[in-house]
């Protein structure tokens, strides 16, 4: 690759935002020049053709590049204003990281977190696709109809033991439901004509966030928010289970025997599969894993789930561990008033 065009340096500040080398490169050539088409790129950087289009596919995904649909189609950076910023927010959170790596704080305190905005449908789908194959004990949806169509061939490579939740709106056909109800991974499937927002997470640790009005497009004209940061994903899902728990549910299905335990990244559906098996007469116990909110130490224990509460103020539930006769209140992150904030839980039948 000639960098004739570029200097080390800038391709070095740009790395930092998690780029390859090749896609630092490209995007220092277009913050240079200011937009660029696929042929002055090949002639200037003398990138393969296949090549440069995967690097720009990339850069447009993670929000780098925007896309003129011209012909030919030009590629224009992002301000560059913007990108010095996210290159001193990054740099900033890798001091951090290190300052809290040498003062001795837990794992995790730094987690690195990353947000960027991906246009077009087919680059929004490609995020989507990625975070449905991450998910290892839970997904969960809110969608449109049009945006769920598009999406059924990534939800039947689901792993096995993926429990998948649903609301759609505005509604929902018999077709699209009976597709989704062939799919093993789907638990439940609820309908709310005002729903929401578009979201989809897996096991809480990261999500896609798009306008209900945008997910709604059947044209291209698509954007979406990507957040590598679990405290989004919860902070999504706990407003999205205030909706689920007044919508209309149009499938249910029973866990088998051979699906238990039933692993729970997320508080708030744990404690709504809780109370389903506690309304059905079901004997479960679960392991709980957080920590203490008033002390902040960690626990972990397994007891039997008791007095449920799920309204606009709290959603929790009482558990009184093996051995113990005192209940423990447990909520979920950010919780206050509960004895335990939960990150965790397993059902398990007794």
């Given at each position: 690759m000639n960098s004739g065009w570029v200097s080390e340096d800038l391709v070095s500040a740009l790395s930092v935002l998690g780029l390859s080398r090749k896609e630092a490169m490209v995007l220092a050539y277009l913050l240079i020049k200011g937009e660029a088409t696929a042929r002055e790129i090949i002639a200037d950087l003398s990138i393969h053709q296949p090549q440069l289009y995967n690097i720009l596919s990339s850069l447009a995904r993670k929000g780098f590049v925007n896309v003129q649909d011209s012909k030919?189609?030009?590629?224009?950076?992002?301000?560059p204003g913007l990108i010095m910023e996210m290159i001193e927010s990054e740099l900033s959170k890798r001091r951090q990281a290190l300052i809290n790596a040498l003062s001795g704080q837990p794992k995790g305190a730094a987690q690195r977190s990353l947000i960027w905005v991906t246009?077009?449908?087919?680059?929004?789908?490609?995020?989507?696709?990625?975070?449905?194959?991450e998910a290892e004990s839970e997904l969960y949806i809110s969608s449109s109809s049009v945006m769920l169509r598009r999406m059924i061939k990534y939800l039947k490579g689901l792993r096995r033991g993926v429990k998948a939740y649903i609301l759609v709106y505005l509604d929902i056909d018999d077709e699209l439901l009976n597709e989704l109800k062939g799919i093993e991974n789907v638990v439940?499937?609820?309908?709310?004509?005002l729903g929401p927002y578009y979201l989809l997470s897996p096991d809480s640790k990261s999500c896609i966030f798009m306008l209900r009005k945008v997910s709604m497009l059947e044209s291209s004209d698509a954007y979406a928010y990507v957040f590598r940061d679990r405290d989004m994903a919860v902070h999504f899902i706990q407003s999205l289970f205030n909706v689920w728990r007044r919508s209309t549910t149009v499938y249910r299905r029973p866990f088998r025997q051979d699906?238990?335990?039933?692993?729970?990244?997320?508080?708030?559906?744990?404690?709504?599969?809780?109370?389903?098996?506690?309304?059905?007469?079901?004997?479960i116990k679960v392991k709980v894993r957080g920590r203490f909110i008033k002390t902040g130490e960690e626990v972990e224990f397994v007891g039997k789930p008791i007095d449920v509460s799920i309204s606009d103020e709290v959603v929790n539930f009482k558990a009184i561990p093996e051995g113990s006769m005192k209940p423990l209140l447990i909520g979920g992150t950010n919780a206050v008033v509960e004895d335990v904030e939960s990150e965790y839980i397993e059902i398990m039948q007794a």
């Open positions: 030919p189609k030009v590629y224009i950076p992002i301000n246009r077009g449908i087919d680059n929004v789908l490609n995020n989507v696709a990625s975070l449905i194959k439940e499937v609820k309908v709310n004509r699906e238990y335990p039933l692993i729970f990244n997320n508080q708030r559906f744990a404690v709504w599969e809780i109370l389903r098996a506690l309304e059905s007469g079901q004997n």
